[in-house]
Nanobody, 126 residues
């Protein structure tokens, strides 16, 4: 079993930054692929960053160049640095994990990870 706990969400103005954290526990092999996805009210979940066990990363065009995913395996913590935030980035953000993936982009289109946290809210105001 994998437990994921996010933190770091909040309210920021347009152009601001936030850094989300996700502390993971459980079998490390079960979470060799990790990522972040978001879901706004009434919308489908959207993958925003993925990382695999080799440290390869990928992002959708909507956040590429603004968001950075990183993994501190020594601290069992996954991060999402978000810069130049826009109102469209407002959503609940979830940390997620899977045992296997073909690459860091596998879950970006459909973030149906087996494991996910409870989420942390990000609100960007203009």
């Amino acid at each position: 079993q994998v437990l994921l706990e996010e933190s770091g969400g909040g309210s920021v103005e347009v152009g601001g930054s936030l850094k989300l954290s996700c502390v993971a526990s459980g079998d490390t092999e079960t979470r060799s692929c990790m990522g972040w996805f978001r879901q706004a009210p009434g919308q489908e979940p959207e993958g925003v960053a993925g990382i695999n066990s080799d440290g390869q990363t990928d992002y959708p065009d909507s956040v590429k160049g603004r968001f950075t995913i990183s993994n501190d395996s020594s601290a069992d913590t996954l991060y999402l640095q978000m810069n130049s935030l826009k109102p469209d980035d407002t959503a609940m953000y979830y940390c997620a994990a899977a045992r296997l993936c073909t690459g860091p982009s596998q879950y970006l289109l459909t973030p149906d990870y087996p494991y996910r946290g409870q989420g942390t809210q990000v609100t960007v105001s203009s």
